[in-house]
C-alpha cells in the first residue's frame, strides 16, 4: 500500500487527478489535503468519497502542524501537489494571498516531506504540478519546451515560479525527489465559473454579456482536464526523478475563436439558432499585463512517457459543455463560494 499526499484534491484538477488514482490503484491509500477555499468543492468527489482507500482532511497546506499530523499519522510515501491559488486575476486584486499559499504553503510541505523522508527518500517522490505560465509570454513564433528561461509576467506565475524554484532547490540542496510538470490550460467538468470557458457557458444560459478581455486576440493552448489527469499518473508512475515535464493540447486558440465555438455549441445544445448568442459579445478593457500568447512543446513527454491528448477539441468542448447544462446545481453551489 503506497499512500499517496494529494492537496488541493476539492479543486477542479486535483478532483479529476484524485478520481483517477482512487479507482485505477485500490492499492493506494489517497490522502486528499484540501482548504476548501471557494475553489474546493466536495460535491466534485460524491462517487468516489467512500471509497476504502480515499480519506479526505480539511486544512490548510501552511499549517505547519497539521501537514507534520497528515504525514506522520498516514506515513506519507508520496505527495502529488495541486493546492494553490489559480485565479490570474484574484492575483492582480490580492497578491499576497497567492504568495501565502503558493510559494510558503508549497515550502511548508517541502520541508516537511524533507524531515519525514529524511535519508530514506529512495521510493519516495514530491510531485509538484505548475503552469506553463511561469514561461512568461510569445509572440506569434516558438514555443515553450522545458529548457525556456523563467519570465513570470503576472503574480500567479511569479507565485508559481516561486514554488518551482523551491522545489527544485530542494532536489538540488537535499536530494528530495521531486518531479515537476508545466501544463498549458485546462478545461473540463468541475472548474470553479470565474474561469474563461464555464464563465462563459453560464453567461450564454442566462443570456448575460461576455466579457472578452481586449480585441479577444491573445492565444491559449487548451488540454481536457482528464488528459491533464492521466498525464500526471503517466509522469507520477514513469518520469524519472528531477526531471521536468511540459504538458499541452497542441491546441492553440485565439480567445475569440475558442468563444465562437464554446457559443455554437451551447446555442446547439440550447437548441437556439447557431450562433444567435455572438450578440452577446461585449469587449472590455484588457487585464492589466496581459500574456499574449503561451505555446507548450510536449515533445517530451510523448516521445519519453509516451502521453498524448486523447480529446479532440470540439468534441471535448461539446462534452464539457453538456456537463455544465446537466450539473446547473453544481453551478449554483459552487457560485454561492466566492
Ligand atoms: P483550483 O483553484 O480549481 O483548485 C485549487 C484547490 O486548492 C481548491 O480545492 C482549494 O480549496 C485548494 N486550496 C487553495 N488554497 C489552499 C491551501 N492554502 N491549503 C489547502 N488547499 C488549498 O485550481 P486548479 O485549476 O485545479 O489548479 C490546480 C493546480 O494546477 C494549481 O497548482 C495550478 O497552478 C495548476 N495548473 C492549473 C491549470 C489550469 O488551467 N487550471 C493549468 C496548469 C497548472
Known amino acids: 500500500m503506497k499512500n499517496i499526499l494529494i492537496t488541493g484534491g476539492a479543486g477542479f484538477i486535483g478532483s479529476h487527478v484524485v478520481r483517477l488514482f482512487a479507482n485505477k490503484y485500490p492499492y493506494y491509500h489517497i490522502i486528499n489535503l484540501d482548504a476548501l477555499t471557494y475553489a474546493g468543492n466536495l460535491d466534485n468527489l460524491k462517487d468516489i468519497e467512500n471509497k476504502p482507500n480515499y480519506t479526505f482532511v480539511e486544512g490548510d497546506i501552511c499549517n505547519v502542524d497539521l501537514v507534520s499530523e497528515v504525514f506522520e499519522k498516514h506515513e506519507i510515501d508520496a505527495v502529488i501537489h495541486l493546492a494553490a491559488e489559480s485565479h490570474v486575476d484574484r492575483s492582480i486584486s490580492d497578491p499576497l494571498s497567492f504568495v501565502k499559499t503558493n510559494v510558503i504553503g508549497t515550502l511548508n510541505l517541502l520541508e516537511y516531506a524533507k524531515k519525514y523522508w529524511k535519508e530514506d527518500s529512495k521510493e519516495k517522490l514530491f510531485y509538484h504540478i505548475s503552469t506553463d505560465e511561469v514561461y512568461g509570454s510569445l509572440n506569434d513564433k516558438g514555443f515553450f519546451t522545458e529548457e525556456t528561461s523563467y519570465n513570470p509576467k503576472s503574480p500567479y506565475s511569479a507565485s508559481k515560479a516561486s514554488s518551482d524554484h523551491f522545489v527544485r532547490a530542494y532536489a538540488n540542496t537535499y536530494n528530495l525527489p521531486v518531479v515537476i510538470s508545466n501544463c498549458s490550460n485546462n478545461y473540463g467538468p468541475n472548474q470553479y465559473?470565474?474561469?474563461?470557458?464555464?464563465?462563459?457557458?453560464?453567461?450564454?444560459?442566462?443570456?448575460?454579456?461576455?466579457?472578452?478581455?481586449?480585441?479577444?486576440?491573445?492565444?491559449?493552448?487548451?488540454?481536457?482536464?482528464?488528459?491533464?489527469?492521466?498525464?500526471?499518473?503517466?509522469?507520477?508512475?514513469?518520469?524519472?526523478?528531477?526531471?521536468?515535464?511540459?504538458?499541452?493540447?497542441?491546441?492553440?486558440?485565439?480567445?475569440?475563436?475558442?468563444?465562437?465555438?464554446?457559443?455554437?455549441?451551447?446555442?446547439?445544445?440550447?437548441?437556439?439558432?447557431?450562433?444567435?448568442?455572438?450578440?452577446?459579445?461585449?469587449?472590455?478593457?484588457?487585464r492589466a499585463g496581459h500574456d499574449y500568447r503561451y505555446a507548450i512543446d510536449a515533445l517530451k513527454l510523448k516521445k519519453e512517457l509516451n502521453w498524448k491528448p486523447s480529446l479532440q477539441f470540439e468534441e471535448g468542448i461539446k462534452k464539457t459543455v453538456k456537463w455544465y447544462l446537466d450539473n446547473q446545481d453544481w453551478l449554483k453551489n459552487i457560485s454561492n463560494k466566492k
Open 193 to 286: 465559473p470565474e474561469k474563461l470557458i464555464p464563465l462563459f457557458i453560464q453567461n450564454i444560459c442566462n443570456n448575460k454579456p461576455l466579457p472578452v478581455y481586449g480585441k479577444g486576440e491573445n492565444i491559449r493552448d487548451w488540454l481536457f482536464v482528464e488528459d491533464h489527469a492521466k498525464a500526471i499518473d503517466v509522469i507520477f508512475h514513469k518520469g524519472k526523478i528531477g526531471e521536468t515535464y511540459n504538458v499541452g493540447g497542441d491546441n492553440e486558440w485565439r480567445n475569440i475563436d475558442l468563444i465562437k465555438t464554446v457559443i455554437k455549441s451551447v446555442d446547439e445544445q440550447l437548441g437556439r439558432e447557431k450562433g444567435s448568442s455572438e450578440k452577446l459579445i461585449t469587449y472590455v478593457t484588457d
